[in-house]
């Protein structure tokens, strides 16, 4: 099974975050970078598919130059190679994005074959625009089911199960080729083994530079949200707290004082 | 500019669920500023959709739409979205808004891209500005807001859960909106994907979403025994335990244990947050309990910017003080 999957460099933003002057950005300069989350969790999916039923890995980002880091994060732990479609660092607006992912996902298909399951996350930890994995399915014209939690590669299908509006589970048989955009919780990701690390160091990165375009929305600036809660009241130091602690729990009525 | 304000209304367990009465109140004061009729289509299973659309009414919902169609169900995403796009074709609104949960901005995803329209996904506000509409909506699951223009000919958005207050049910009942039933063409393609089985929800146990006690751990729990401590007290609470994503991601809990962006948002009574630092992708999985308290060695940690109270310690030492202590009293609930 060739699978490709999509992934987004996103700022670790630890316990606040900051702004750039000029509202427009985050200040990054004392961040590290990561994988966005549920798109961890699909690299690991696509490297444990392909360990037990064969075929090929790849995994694509749109993004600075610098996400090359990312790109051979998940070549660290098992992909088989990256494409970077590399952009200037501005942010682009998920209709775009899934324009140069779709051209990209086009070329490539017709130089090595289709690629029978496209992977991405259900949504990236910073825009959160929920949509990116299905505007490339529809392009296209590829089954899609999103929010998946588990992941059943069969005979020319995939079961995609995820977790039910009012509770439980459903499961969808697709046929492939396919796009299934996961959730974190799907798999716990390995860390990569220093063996990994410097296979991966060494590859190749396939890099172009699609053009700039927009499709909306449109930013126009950024900004935090009110704070509501003020500096915790400390209400005690160590074991000694406990009967202050005991108190509070009474007072809002979760234990029988 | 001329039509409708479209709000798309989930009923998933047959009656419409909260994040769409959210987007209705947004997408009525939307239709109001237009001077434009609200029309409110029911996603439901048809058993259930007309009683459903018999309760909407004035003054907010001018017309209910219900779906009359041999095969289409719940467990239909591009069937929805179809009947969606065939009702732009149809009746030109203005705007369609949904609920911004998993299954509504699936629902406007799908049908923005059927259209080729722009969705602003988890908007907390909406200001028609000229052929634009400006709008507020969450990034990083609310931690950060942007202001962005949506303009296209068909505005399409989702509201953020738990960000407007939702419209009143029995309000909306005082008169019937003229129910109007559509019949959709639907294509093969349109309902190939579709679920294939359902499992029921497994019983037993308090549920972390539904505890009114949480007691959470961090990464200062120090391993998956070091739980033991959190397991007691939430026992004695009749509470459950949950843990932060550096607990699930090193495996000393089930990620289904994990409160925030990438888990569970969790609304107790009471959150107990103990050696948990206070990223934002925790917090707001936990922002939404009516009181926290935090237990930490570090005073200065982000979570005393949020927490209501604070014990400054080691949990391995704070928590069984506690426990013993809510013996002592004989106060346990469990």
């Given amino acids: ?257 | 500019m001329s039509g409708s304000v479209l709000v798309v209304l989930m009923a998933p367990g047959g009656t419409i669920d909260r994040p769409s009465l959210e987007a209705l109140t947004l997408a009525a004061a939307l239709a109001s500023a237009h001077g434009a009729p609200l029309e409110a289509l029911v996603v439901a299973d048809p058993a259930a959709a007309p009683s459903i659309a018999a309760g909407l009414g004035p003054p907010a919902v001018a017309t209910a739409l219900v779906v009359d169609h041999p095969t289409l169900t719940l467990g239909h995403p591009d069937g929805w979205a179809a009947v969606l796009a065939q009702l732009i074709e149809a009746r030109g609104p203005i705007a369609v808004v949904g609920s911004g949960t998993e299954r509504g901005n699936d629902l406007l995803a799908r049908l923005g891209a059927r259209k080729d329209l722009p969705l602003a996904a988890n908007c907390i506000a909406v200001e028609p500005a000229g052929e634009r509409y400006r709008v507020t909506r969450q990034r990083w699951a609310g931690s950060l807001l942007e202001d962005a223009w949506l303009d296209a000919p068909v505005k399409l958005l989702t509201v953020a859960p738990n960000t407007v207050t939702p419209a009143d049910p029995s309000a909306l009942a005082s008169g019937a909106a003229s129910m109007e039933t559509i019949a959709p063409t639907l294509s093969d393609a349109d309902l190939a994907v579709h679920v294939t089985s359902r499992e029921a929800p497994e019983r037993g146990g308090i549920s972390l979403a539904d505890a009114k006690v949480v007691v959470g751990g961090g990464r200062g729990v120090g391993s998956g025994e070091g739980f033991g401590d959190l397991e007691e007290l939430a026992g004695l609470l009749g509470g459950a335990v949950g843990g932060s994503r550096v607990v699930t991601s090193a495996g000393w809990r089930p990620h289904a244990d994990q409160i925030g962006q990438t888990g569970l948002r969790i609304a107790p009574d009471i959150y107990i947050a103990c050696g948990i630092s206070g990223a934002i992708q925790h917090i707001v999985g936990c922002k939404a309990a009516k009181h926290i308290l935090a237990i930490n060695t570090d005073a200065d940690a982000p979570i005393m910017g949020v927490a209501d109270y604070a014990v400054i310690g080691d949990l391995h030492a704070v928590l069984p003080a506690i426990s013993a202590e809510i013996r002592r009293r004989g106060g346990a609930r469990a």
């Fill in chain 1, 1 to 257: 099974m060739n699978i490709l999957v999509c992934v987004k460099r996103v700022p670790a933003t630890g316990g606040r975050i900051v702004l750039t002057p000029d509202g427009m950005d985050i200040d990054v300069r004392y961040l590290g970078f990561t994988i966005s989350p549920h798109e961890e969790c699909a690299v690991e999916e696509a490297v444990r598919i392909v360990e037990a039923h064969g075929g090929t890995s790849a995994v694509l980002t749109l993004g600075p130059a610098i996400a090359e880091e990312q790109l051979r994060d998940a070549m660290a732990i098992g992909i088989d190679r990256a494409i970077l479609l590399e952009t200037d660092g501005r942010d682009w607006d998920p209709v775009a994005t899934a324009g140069a992912i779709v051209e990209s996902i086009r070329a490539q298909e017709a130089a090595d074959g289709p690629f029978d399951l496209i992977l991405f996350g259900n949504e990236s930890a910073d825009s959160g625009g929920f949509q990116v994995g299905i505007r490339t399915a529809a392009a296209l014209g590829r089954p899609t089911v999103t929010g998946v939690k588990a992941l059943a590669p069969g005979d020319g299908s995939v079961v995609a199960r995820r977790e039910a509006a009012g509770g439980g589970w459903e499961s969808f048989e697709l046929p492939l080729p396919a796009v299934v955009t996961v959730k974190e919780g799907i798999n716990l990701p390995r860390y990569p083994s220093v063996p990994g690390r410097l296979r991966a160091r060494k590859k190749e990165i396939e890099r172009s530079t699609p053009e700039w375009r927009s499709g909306g929305p449109e930013k126009i600036v950024l900004r935090l949200p009110k704070e509501e809660r003020t500096a915790a009241q400390i209400i005690g130091q160590g074991p000694d707290a406990a009967p202050a602690v005991v108190d509070l729990l009474v007072k809002i009525g979760v234990v029988d004082g």
